[in-house]
């Protein structure tokens, strides 16, 4: 699951001046370049890891003078005391969703969803504004760009309600595994399945392209959206951040 997890985080890295994403001491860590805690950090989940080696994970991470993060499942016993040790603060736990298979998501009929060019990151960044998607201070546009939407990992989605643009999401594909980010409905148009249906989308066309399973991170209050359309809880993962 990090795997896949570190893979996705590397293709958007890869597309940033700053960012980098890797293996270290068997920890997945990126850095994205953006400054905020989530979007930067060590991701662990190894019931073998060690204090020491998260810290020094945490450590490579640090060095990007970047508010950063601590993820790990709850088998790595050692990341609490990682965490502690840094003067980490305690955040809300994740949940961490897989879908082995197709996921259902019936396309309202007044939805329309096409794929997004590259040309129209900008697009992406105005509905997942609208949404409230990303924390404070972080606007869309500067994590998903048009070099993003570029990479050939990457598919971008918008679905249209006439000829306004209400939904959009994105996904990663890296080896056989699609990942689901970036999933935002304008709050006017919440709650009549065009995030499901965007979603459903984005998995259809990836497992089209060879993948067999997805996966996604969600909060408490997305978790009936994904579970609707199939997907299942994996673990929780506990999480830590700079102030």
Same mark, same amino acid.
């Given at each position: 699951?990090?795997?896949?997890? @570190?893979?996705?985080?590397?293709?958007?890295?890869?597309?940033?001046?700053?960012?980098?994403?890797?293996?270290?001491?068997?920890?997945?860590?990126?850095?994205?370049?953006?400054?905020?805690?989530?979007?930067? $950090?060590?991701?662990?989940?190894?019931? +073998?890891?060690?204090?020491?080696?998260?810290?020094?994970?945490?450590?490579?991470?640090?060095?990007?003078?970047?508010?950063?993060?601590?993820?790990?499942?709850? +088998?790595?016993?050692?990341?609490?005391?990682?965490?502690?040790?840094?003067?980490?603060?305690?955040?809300?736990?994740?949940?961490?969703?897989?879908?082995?298979?197709?996921?259902?998501?019936?396309?309202?009929?007044?939805?329309?969803?096409?794929?997004?060019?590259?040309?129209?990151?900008?697009?992406?960044?105005?509905?997942?504004?609208?949404?409230?998607?990303?924390?404070?201070?972080?606007?869309?546009?500067?994590? @998903?760009?048009? +070099? @993003?939407? +570029?990479?050939?990992?990457?598919?971008?989605?918008?679905?249209?309600?006439?000829?306004?643009?209400?939904?959009?999401?994105?996904?990663?594909?890296?080896?056989?595994?699609?990942?689901?980010?970036? @999933?935002?409905?304008?709050?006017?148009?919440?709650?009549?399945?065009?995030?499901?249906?965007?979603?459903?989308?984005?998995?259809?066309?990836?497992?089209?392209?060879?993948?067999?399973?997805?996966?996604?991170?969600?909060?408490?209050?997305?978790?009936?959206?994904?579970?609707?359309? $199939?997907?299942?809880?994996?673990?929780?993962?506990?999480?830590?951040?700079?102030?």
């Amino acid at each position: 699951m990090v795997s896949a997890l @570190v893979a996705s985080l590397d293709v958007v890295a890869r597309a940033r001046r700053r960012g980098w994403a890797r293996w270290l001491d068997g920890a997945g860590a990126a850095v994205t370049g953006l400054p905020h805690p989530s979007l930067n $950090g060590v991701w662990a989940v190894d019931p +073998a890891g060690s204090v020491e080696a998260i810290e020094a994970a945490l450590a490579r991470v640090a060095a990007a003078d970047l508010p950063y993060c601590l993820e790990a499942s709850p +088998a790595c016993a050692a990341a609490p005391a990682a965490a502690a040790a840094l003067g980490l603060v305690a955040g809300p736990e994740v949940g961490v969703y897989v879908a082995e298979g197709p996921v259902r998501g019936q396309r309202p009929p007044e939805l329309a969803v096409r794929r997004l060019q590259p040309p129209e990151a900008a697009l992406h960044a105005q509905i997942a504004d609208a949404a409230d998607l990303l924390p404070p201070g972080i606007d869309a546009d500067a994590l @998903v760009t048009p +070099a @993003v939407l +570029a990479r050939p990992e990457v598919r971008g989605y918008v679905g249209e309600v006439g000829d306004r643009p209400v939904a959009t999401a994105l996904s990663v594909t890296t080896g056989d595994a699609v990942a689901a980010f970036d @999933v935002a409905t304008v709050p006017e148009h919440r709650r009549r399945g065009y995030a499901t249906a965007l979603v459903a989308r984005a998995v259809s066309d990836a497992r089209a392209a060879g993948a067999s399973w997805s996966w996604l991170q969600a909060s408490d209050a997305a978790a009936g959206l994904y579970e609707r359309v $199939g997907f299942t809880l994996l673990e929780r993962w506990r999480t830590w951040g700079t102030n």
